[in-house]
């Protein structure tokens, strides 16, 4: 009999490119993905802790599973991922009808795990094993198959910011070898992606014996087959020279740098535990115009921290509107268990409220005025796949904004000159001119 996984995936980017990688691996003992709940022998939730609301959903998921599955044969339900690393026992405890936990660092367990499940009755595996993994995954074929490719090149981070799990959930850094993620770079082109996104959770403090982030993103860019080269998430103080001048030698980088700074103010920076100050983000803001004056900047920022006054948060607003973030992020502060920031007195929930609606509404008007600024232009659109309603064509710019067009689905995977026609905030629509003219193998 066929076995049928679904598998449902929280969180980032690295959680998306784990769940392709763990089908990639349970495609071996015979499983086949599907999309339909109701059919499926095998429940995967890949899970994410990064704020409180994060965990709720995991419980609610698997209440949902229970539910369609109440008058059906029980799937085998595993839990993955970030939750399933931090509150592995505490899980089990809470929902009985989960069968498997298995943390971050041990998927190259995955098949064995199921394989044994029928002898034990429970089972966890949430060691940290990075090495291992990823030498099992290297030697497991990465079937993308899609246009625009993760590929994990750093997992785990050393930094502590006082607010977060990450170094708990997955552990201490550790840079892939060179030529195992090449590699997986040259097979992903070969079987037509023609955007690599790097991934780490510190993707910039990549170093591989003295090799860096940047000698990847060089050595990807030999491959005629890849045209985008993006990589996520940095942190400003792994953002070194040679990486501000890949900007410069570079044709494939795209010209989106995403660098998280979380708060404009150096007093807040200071108790997250971020180690650097503004002054030092405006500088390689300025280092990176300089090298190319067409780069814009996203972020991500956490609202309300302890001890943000209207000051502070006044600062986070005057950095917005000084360097003009696009396609970013806002949070507000989630206390997450086992962080420095756990226990801090938190600040009353509707200032909180109030502050991160100014800071949306700030960044929204800066994506909109950007949106607006492309309209009757041409730009260059990487065609990912069809809107969900099959009726156009979803495909991004090299700012990395959604764009939905007109045309046939012979388009899918290339590169095409699109004529900006309208746009809103979240949004460009356009129509394809005339097929991007560069030679593709
Ligand atoms: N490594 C990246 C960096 O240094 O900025 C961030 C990775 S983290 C997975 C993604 C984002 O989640 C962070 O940039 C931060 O804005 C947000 N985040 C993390 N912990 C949070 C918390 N406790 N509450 C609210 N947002 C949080
Ligand atoms: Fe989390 Fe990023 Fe800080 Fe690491 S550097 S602790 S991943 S926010
Ligand atoms: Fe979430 Fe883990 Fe990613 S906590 S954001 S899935 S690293």
Same mark, same amino acid.
């Given at each position: 009999m066929v076995q049928k996984i679904f598998i449902k995936t929280f969180g980032c980017q690295m959680n998306e490119y784990d769940s392709n990688r763990i089908y990639d691996s349970v495609k071996k003992i015979g499983f086949v993905k599907t999309n339909k709940y109701e059919e499926a022998n095998c429940y995967l939730l890949n899970t994410c802790?990064?704020?409180?609301k994060a965990k709720e959903k995991v419980y609610h998921e698997i209440g949902r599973v229970k539910k369609i599955f109440r008058s059906k044969k029980k799937p085998l339900v595993i839990v993955t991922g970030c939750v399933a690393q931090a509150e592995n026992q505490e899980i089990l405890k809470r929902e009985p009808y989960i069968d498997l936990i298995i943390g971050?660092? *041990?998927?190259?367990?995955i098949n064995n795990v199921i394989l044994n499940h029928c002898k034990k009755k429970k089972v966890l595996e949430t060691e940290f094993d990075a090495v291992s993994k990823f030498e099992y995954l290297s030697r497991i074929k990465n079937d993308s198959g899609k246009s625009s490719s993760f590929l994990t090149i750093q997992e785990g981070c050393d930094k502590f910011c006082h607010f977060c799990v990450v170094p708990f959930t997955r552990g201490p850094e550790y840079s892939r070898p060179f030529s195992q993620i090449i590699d997986e770079a040259k097979n992903l082109a070969s079987q037509g992606s023609k955007e690599i996104i790097l991934l780490g959770q510190n993707v910039n403090a990549y170093n591989d014996k003295g090799l860096k982030l940047s000698d990847l993103i060089f050595e990807i860019e030999n491959f005629k087959e890849i045209e985008r080269i993006r990589y996520t998430t940095s942190h400003p103080k792994d953002m070194t020279d040679d990486l501000i001048n890949v900007y410069k030698n *570079?044709?494939?980088?795209?010209?989106l740098v995403h660098l998280p700074v979380q708060s404009g103010s150096n007093k807040i920076l200071k108790l997250m535990n971020r180690k650097h100050k503004i002054k030092e983000y405006l500088n390689i803001y300025e280092k990176l115009k300089k090298v190319n004056r067409n780069i814009e900047f996203s972020s991500d920022f956490i609202i309300g921290y302890p001890g943000e006054n209207e000051e502070d948060f006044n600062d986070t607003l005057n950095l917005i509107k000084r360097i003009k973030f696009i396609n970013s992020f806002s949070f507000l502060f989630s206390a997450r268990p086992?962080?420095?920031?756990?226990?801090l007195k938190l600040i009353n929930r509707d200032t909180c409220l109030k502050r991160l609606k100014k800071v949306q509404e700030c960044l929204a008007e800066h994506q909109l005025k950007k949106n607006k600024s492309l309209e009757n232009k041409v730009i260059k659109v990487l065609v990912e796949n069809q809107t969900k309603d099959k009726l156009n064509l979803f495909g991004r710019s090299e700012y990395l904004t959604s764009v939905i067009l007109d045309g046939n689905?012979?388009?899918?995977g290339q590169i095409v000159n699109v004529q900006i026609l309208r746009s809103n905030r979240n949004t460009l629509f356009g129509k394809i001119i005339k097929k991007f003219d560069k030679k593709v193998a």
């Open positions: 802790h990064i704020r409180d971050p660092q *041990s998927y190259h367990k *570079s044709k494939k980088i795209m010209p086992g962080t420095v920031a756990e226990n689905i012979k388009y899918i």
